[in-house]
C-alpha cells in the first residue's frame, strides 16, 4: 500500500530540537506537496507546514520562526526541523500529501504513515 514514512521523533526538553524525516514507501515523494500534521491526546489533528512541488513553503502561526519545511527530491525526502520546542508540541507528527492551500484540512491528505511521536518535557 501506498503510504509515507516519518521518523525522527523522540523525546526533548523545552527548548531543545528534533528534526523529523518522511520518506515515500516504495515510490518518488517529488510530483507531491507534502504537509506536515500533528495530534495531540484528545486533539484534532492539525496541520503544521507544507512544502510544494515547486519547494514553495507555508505555515500555519503557531509555528512560523520555529519550524522549517525543506525537501530534498534527490534523497526523496522531505523533513521538518523543530527549533524552540515546547511541551504543548508534544504529539504525534505526520506527513502526508496534499494540497498546500488546504493545509488547515488534514482530512484532504493522502498515504498517511504511522507518525513519529515528539514529546517535549518541561
Known amino acids: 500500500q501506498k503510504q509515507f514514512v516519518e521518523s525522527g521523533g523522540g523525546l526533548v526538553q523545552s527548548g531543545g530540537s528534533l528534526k523529523l524525516s518522511c520518506a515515500a514507501s516504495?515510490?518518488?515523494?517529488?510530483?507531491?506537496?507534502v504537509g506536515w500534521f500533528r495530534q495531540a491526546p484528545g486533539q484534532e489533528r492539525e496541520g503544521l507546514a507544507c512544502?510544494?512541488?515547486?519547494?514553495?513553503?507555508n505555515y500555519v502561526d503557531s509555528v512560523k520562526g520555529r519550524f522549517t519545511i525543506s525537501r530534498d527530491n534527490a534523497k526523496n525526502a522531505v523533513y521538518l526541523q523543530l527549533d524552540s520546542l515546547k511541551p504543548e508540541d508534544t504529539a504525534v507528527y505526520y506527513c502526508?500529501?496534499?494540497?498546500?492551500?488546504?493545509?488547515?484540512?488534514?482530512?484532504?491528505?493522502?498515504?498517511w504513515g504511522q507518525g513519529t511521536q515528539v514529546t517535549v518535557s518541561s
Open positions: 516504495g515510490f518518488s515523494l517529488d510530483v507531491y506537496a
Open positions: 502526508a500529501a496534499t494540497t498546500c492551500s488546504y493545509l488547515h484540512l488534514p482530512r484532504v491528505a493522502d498515504y
Open positions: 512544502i510544494a512541488t515547486n519547494s514553495n513553503t
